[in-house]
């Protein structure tokens, strides 16, 4: 087994990361594969040149991609650490939360799969021509890099749904299948269905499906330049050879990328009706400050809290003083005087309270094992919001050590207890007070009675953000997730051996060539990629005999099968632009 290769940008991910990723183990590629690499590469750079964004040429140099082997993660991690990023192996698609803070930490990662020859041209499934030869090129622009670091920070915290998950997972799942030589017409169309079936359920888009959708319109499926006047950046599209030809023409709409691509949803199973052109990569950023500025991370609020509710995944609010409580949110009330004010917020099992992403000392998940609840607001009749108050404003209204006192708030909540002590930030601003002999009530209601113990009241007159995941990524086990489905590994056939024998042949290491191409054309049916690869070994031999055979072997097949016409011309245009014969001759 390969090890996993780091450099220093994959050295700073936290564990909680590293779960995902795994060995590439290059050797498990076969000549099958190196073989789809070259094909796919070859036609795409000869395409690309002309019709992909200029900053793609000298990024493929820069991070290190040939098209000529597909490339390892020793020689990307090498390369790609002088541009400030990393690549990391994973298992196909990974959860949308964790794909972002990849991006937030600069790496790269790369579904080290390759796709099927039965999927040459695309694939659902992200694949490592996808990741590499479509992702890693543009990384070399400074702009850009920013722009997909900035869109991990941001889209990592953007809180998720449930319909959300089922998403991934029918899309993975769709992905593994398609992959998968054994899977039947009807299994692939029930995952299809699904797909659609989601994708059409009315409701209003979640942060994270927003983010996504984003996501797709730019660093998938990119156009920069002018709506008549345009070259492709996003991945989807440098990967594609379909897709990057058919984006060319009036079938597929241009639009101009606006905040409008975030509410824009697609269909991962079909080629994009329209796609969203970026006058540069400078006005990417600004869409995406656009969106952020919409999100509970910069707004909070009762609708932040309520997000989080409905996700029903660990999320974090944070108050007006800076302390964070994150747990998984199950109720929130509102104020009596204000509906669209928080009056206390509940959470459920283990909860840990934060200031600047490190947990507070003694206020981990052992400490409120049970979950957390707090009043949020201004006291009544009073001007000064406690937070604001000073150590002899806080005497002065009895919230010292040791004082008995009452607190009533705005929202009707009441706390009567013994004040045992005050825990204040960096800039003296008081974030919790600890109780003693405590009763909290909010409309006759109680919340919190003395025989539970110390009641810590989080200091805040408002909600300024709520977000997916903890704010210190130590205070939860994140090291849980189990991806429900795995890529499918495709035993070696007969044909795979070929395809190494035809690779052998290259090398001068065959000598029986007879019974090497009989054993090609006696199979059914024939392979024209396995065929198109014995007739450059021949070119690169200089064997006139067998240059003539397969080239007259591709031609028939052109006829008898109508389906590959297009792909094996393509392969056949290649070797006219790049060795001198006379082709005319070969019929």
Not at 138 to 159: Q, T, V
Not at 378 to 393: N, T, Y
Request: glycine fraction near 6%; charge should be negative; proline fraction near 4%.
């Amino acid at each position: 087994m390969q090890k996993i290769i780091s450099n220093p940008v994959l050295d700073k991910l936290p564990v909680h990361l590293r779960q995902y990723i795994k060995p590439q183990n290059y050797e498990l590629y076969t000549a099958q594969d190196q073989a789809v690499w070259r094909y796919v590469m070859r036609n795409n750079i000869e395409f690309l040149k002309v019709h992909a964004h200029e900053t793609y040429l000298e990024g493929l140099a820069k991070t290190g991609i040939s098209a000529n082997e597909i490339p390892s993660m020793y020689g990307m991690n090498r390369i790609l650490q002088e541009i400030g990023w990393a690549a990391a192996a994973v298992d196909g698609l990974i959860p949308p939360a964790a794909f972002m803070e990849f991006q937030a930490y600069n790496v790269l990662v790369i579904a080290s799969d390759i796709r099927s020859q039965t999927n040459i041209e695309y694939t659902p499934a992200p694949d490592i021509i996808h990741e590499t030869a479509g992702h890693a090129p543009i990384l070399a622009n400074a702009e850009y890099s920013e722009y997909l670091r900035r869109f991990g920070m941001i889209g990592s915290k953007a809180i998720t749904s449930k319909h959300d998950d089922a998403l991934f997972q029918a899309v993975r799942k769709l992905s593994i299948l398609k992959e998968s030589k054994n899977t039947s017409t009807t299994a692939i169309d029930t995952a299809e269905a699904e797909i659609e079936y989601l994708q059409n359920l009315n409701g209003e888009l979640s942060e994270m499906a927003m983010v996504r959708n984003l996501h797709w319109w730019s660093v998938e499926y990119g156009l920069i330049g002018t709506l008549t006047d345009f070259k492709l950046y996003g991945a989807g599209l440098l990967s594609s050879i379909g897709e990057s030809k058919l984006c060319l023409s009036d079938k597929v709409k241009k639009l101009d990328y606006t905040i409008d691509a975030a509410y824009q949803s697609f269909d991962v199973t079909k080629p994009q009706p329209q796609l969203f052109v970026t006058p540069d990569f400078a006005h990417l950023s600004k869409v995406l400050e656009e969106l952020a500025d919409n999100l509970s991370i910069r707004n909070g609020g009762l609708k932040g809290v309520q997000k989080l509710i409905f996700s029903e995944e660990l999320g974090t609010i944070e108050l007006s003083t800076g302390i964070q409580i994150s747990g998984i949110f199950k109720k929130v009330r509102t104020s009596q005087k204000d509906p669209s004010q928080v009056a206390y917020i509940h959470t459920e099992g283990g909860t840990a309270l934060s200031n600047r992403d490190k947990e507070l000392i003694s206020h981990g998940i052992l400490s409120h094992p049970d979950g957390f609840g707090t009043a949020i607001g201004k006291l009544k009749g009073i001007h000064l919001a406690i937070e604001d108050m000073s150590p002899r404003d806080l005497e002065a209204y009895k919230i010292s050590e040791g004082q008995f006192t009452t607190l009533e708030f705005e929202s009707g909540v009441v706390v009567k207890g013994k004040v045992i002590s005050g825990t204040r930030n960096l800039f003296g601003k008081i974030q919790l007070i600890a109780f003693n002999e405590c009763t909290v009530t909010f409309e006759g209601e109680i919340l919190y009675q003395p025989n539970w113990g110390i009641y810590h009241l989080a200091i805040g007159k408002e909600i300024s953000s709520a977000y997916a995941g903890p704010a210190d990524v130590n205070s939860f086990d994140l090291i849980k997730h189990v991806i429900s489905t795995e890529t499918i590994k495709i035993p070696i056939s007969k044909e795979v051996k070929l395809f190494q024998e035809v690779a052998d042949y290259s090398e001068g290491k065959t000598t029986n060539l007879e019974t090497l191409w009989e054993k090609i054309t006696s199979l059914s049916p024939k392979n024209w990629l396995l065929i198109l690869n014995f007739y450059e070994a021949s070119f690169k031999k200089n064997n006139q005999d067998y240059i003539s055979k397969s080239y007259n072997e591709l031609t028939n097949l052109i006829q008898t099968q109508p389906e590959n016409k297009h792909l094996i011309e393509k392969g056949l245009s290649y070797f006219e632009t790049t060795n001198p014969l006379n082709y005319a001759n070969l019929s």
